[in-house]
């Protein structure tokens, strides 16, 4: 992938490397391996997790939900060609390598399958 490639030049041309390292676990001794960081790392983060009550959520008064749930999308081909049709042409694609050139130029073939999808 395009990606890939990027970081692995970006890599090449970095003067200095950042690793995590030595570190100490709560008994106060030095992790020596990739696992005994990877595993304290792991402790750490997992006490600082917050668990939130899902019981207790608020849910905003937004039109279309209720508890929660969505109840009804009303999506049509118009509205999505529309979308398609206000994209910046000049920004790079996603994930998916999709610029936003293509998918404005190939617009009118796509928006039945989008419609159907969303």
């Known amino acids: 992938m395009i990606i890939n490639h990027f ?7 970095a003067k200095s490397t950042v690793s995590a390292g030595p570190l100490i676990d709560s008994a106060g001794n030095i ?11 792991n402790r750490f983060f ?7 009550n899902l019981e207790n959520m608020p849910i905003g008064a937004v039109d279309g939900f209720k508890n929660g749930c969505l109840l ?26 999709l610029v936003p050139r293509l998918l404005i130029l190939i617009k009118d073939g796509i928006s039945y399958p989008l419609t159907v999808l969303f």
């Open 72 to 97: 009804e999308l009303d999506i049509n081909e118009e509205m999505v060609i529309e979308k398609l049709q206000i994209l910046r042409q000049d920004k790079a694609g996603g994930i998916d390598e």
């Open 46 to 52: 997992a006490s600082v997790f917050t668990n939130e």
């Open 7 to 13: 970081f692995s030049y970006a890599k090449s041309k």
């Open 31 to 41: 992790l020596q391996t990739p696992e005994e960081n990877i595993e304290e790392f």
